[in-house]
Structure formats: C-alpha cells, structure tokens
C-alpha cells in the first residue's frame, strides 16, 4: 500500500494510491461506515479494526501509530473502492488522479530523522577509507523536510550543496530495547529521501548538523510504501540522477550496516516512536568525492530513486 500526504482546498489529508488515483482516507472511511464499500465480504473482515478507531487518522503519524493491522484493514476498504473509479461513481473528494495531486511530505513533522553516515561499502570505497565497524549517526532536524516537487532552496552561506540518494526507514510502532530479530515488527514502510548537505559547512565545523540541517535539506517521498510489499529491503536499486544524468547506482545489498541492526543498536539508548525516520545512508557518486567535485547549482533537477518507492524530484533554487 502506498501511503501519501497531499494537499486539497489548502488542507493536508491523508491518502492512499490506488491506480492512478489518490483515495481519501477519511472520505473512504465515511462511504465504509456508511455501507457503501461494494465488497461487504472484504469490508466485514475489516469491521472491528476500523471501528476499533473511531475518527479516522488525523495525520500520517496517527495513521501510523494505529498499527499494521489497521493498515491492513484500510487497504481492504480502497481497494474495494475500485469498483467505484471504474463506474465512475461520482463521491465528492473521494478520488484525485495521481497525476493532479499535490503530494506533500508523506510526514510532514517527524519526530526525528536518524540518518546513518558511511553505510555503503561503495562509498567508503570511493574515499578510501575502511569500512566502519560500528555505525555513524546524525541528525537531520524537521525544518528540512519537503516534499516530491517542492524545491532544495541552497543558504547564502554555503557554496557546496550536494545531494545523497538514501533509502529511508519509516517506524511504525513505539519501542526501545528491540531485539534484532523482532525489528521489523516496528517498521510501517520505507520511502526515498535525499539528504541534501552542505559540504563547505559539513567540513568546515568539523561536525555534520548545520550543513545537514539547512531548511528543505531533507525532501522525502512521493509515498510510503508499506513493509508488506517489499520482499527483501536488502535487495533494491538505489539511484540518483542530477539533470537526468546518473550520478549514484548501487543496491541496499552494499549496506554495511542492515536495517534490523540498526533499528536494534539505536533502540538499546532511545525509544523509537511512530512516523520516526531512520534514513540508511547514501551509496557512491556523491558530489564532493568526484574529480572536480560536482555540486548542486540553481536551475538544476535531482531525481532520487529506489527500486519500488517511485522517484522523487526536486529542483534548486537560489537563496531567497
């Protein structure tokens, strides 16, 4: 299931793609309580779940904490709601086409962003240097997040804005001292992120907060896929292409440290909460490291892409 945040009538709502259309959570959940999900064998299995709840989601966050069993239950109303696009059943806000929605951040205020620094043995590769035994980890704050299409602003103070495909974790559910081999139970999905940094800040301080922090430094999307419809997270293409020529290819197979480990490790010092995000690392072809280094410019278009998640496409734009 691929879960959005999207914009109508200057309102954030909370969607699911089905198709070529956009589903409204709260409006699907209002034709559901209203008997008129056209598969009542599928929608009675969905029953207690859903009025278990109440009020639909106010948020992603709030879809999220509410559990896979929840999720599940409402892709079984969506997907029912497919009879409906193809009679054209005409239910006001219920379907926007993909295409027209305004896609926001799929969570627009996390309540953190773990990122992992050097977590592809390409990219120690690539600045020759030994690949870490024990994880490195930063913080991104929320003012970064953006959404698909919105624009990477670059600071006036930074002249090396570079860009970093990453395949980013979304938490689904609370937790601290997790073993390993139950990590996957508090993941809801995984979607793409870019963490766009500022190299001349990240050098220059000797530490990676300000230059990862600048506003809209962290565009995330366009959906999160759910954890039920990837096989393996340690299998997927992972790439970038910067004005439509590849800059970083590689597979979440070169990462050093695997998810579960990493959920885990973090987990035995703080506590995981739902919409938290957990951002993996970037492969090689970063900017900085190529020979003359490569840095984003005004006018320019970064699309990031893993295999499964869409692609996500931003544009820079000067300071304003």
């Given at each position: 299931m691929k879960l959005v945040t999207y914009e109508s009538a200057k309102e954030l709502r909370v969607g699911v793609v089905e198709g070529d259309f956009v589903v409204d959570v709260e409006v699907a959940l209002a034709m559901f309580a209203k008997g008129r999900v056209k598969d009542k064998k599928a929608a009675s299995a969905a029953v207690g779940t859903l009025r278990k709840w109440g009020a639909?989601?106010?948020?992603?966050?709030?879809?999220?904490?509410?559990?896979?069993?929840?999720?599940?239950?409402?892709?079984?109303?969506?997907?029912?709601?497919?009879?409906?696009?193809?009679?054209?059943?005409?239910?006001?806000?219920?379907?926007t086409p993909l295409a027209k929605a305004r896609l926001r951040a799929p969570i627009t205020r996390p309540g953190k962003i773990t990122c992992v620094g050097l977590n592809y043995a390409d990219h120690a590769r690539e600045q020759?240097?030994?690949?870490?035994?024990?994880?490195?980890?930063?913080?991104?704050?929320?003012n970064t997040i953006s959404g698909p299409g919105a624009k990477i602003v670059m600071p006036p103070n930074s002249t090396q804005v570079d860009y970093e495909a990453e395949f980013a974790v979304v938490i689904g559910k609370s937790g601290r001292r997790i073993p390993e081999e139950r990590?996957?139970?508090?993941?809801?999905?995984?979607?793409?992120?870019?963490?766009?940094?500022?190299?001349?800040?990240?050098h220059g301080d000797k530490q990676w907060f300000r230059g990862k922090s600048c506003d809209t430094f962290a565009p995330t999307g366009p959906w999160i896929l759910t954890a039920d419809e990837i096989a393996d997270p340690h299998n997927l293409r992972i790439s970038l292409t910067l004005?439509?020529?590849?800059?970083?290819?590689?597979?979440?197979?070169?990462?050093?440290?695997?998810?579960?480990?990493?959920?885990?490790?973090?987990?035995?010092?703080?506590?995981?909460?739902?919409?938290?995000?957990?951002?993996?690392?970037?492969?090689?072809?970063?900017?900085?490291?190529?020979?003359?280094?490569i840095f984003l410019n005004a006018g320019d278009t970064v699309s990031a892409t893993v295999e499964g998640l869409g692609t996500l496409?931003?544009?820079?734009?000067?300071?304003s």
């Open positions: 639909p989601p106010a948020d992603m966050i709030d879809l999220l904490a509410r559990g896979a069993k929840y999720r599940a239950a409402l892709s079984v109303i969506t997907r029912g709601l497919a009879d409906a696009i193809s009679s054209k059943t005409k239910v006001k806000n219920l379907f020759g240097i030994t690949a870490p035994e024990i994880p490195t980890f930063f913080l991104k704050s929320v990590a996957y139970e508090h993941v809801a999905g995984y979607m793409n992120l870019n963490d766009v940094t500022a190299r001349d800040m990240q004005n439509g020529q590849t800059m970083q290819d590689s597979n979440t197979s070169n990462l050093i440290h695997k998810v579960p480990f990493l959920i885990s490790y973090l987990s035995q010092s703080l506590t995981w909460e739902p919409g938290d995000i957990l951002t993996t690392g970037t492969p090689s072809g970063v900017g900085v490291f190529r020979k003359p280094p496409t931003n544009t820079v734009v000067g300071p």
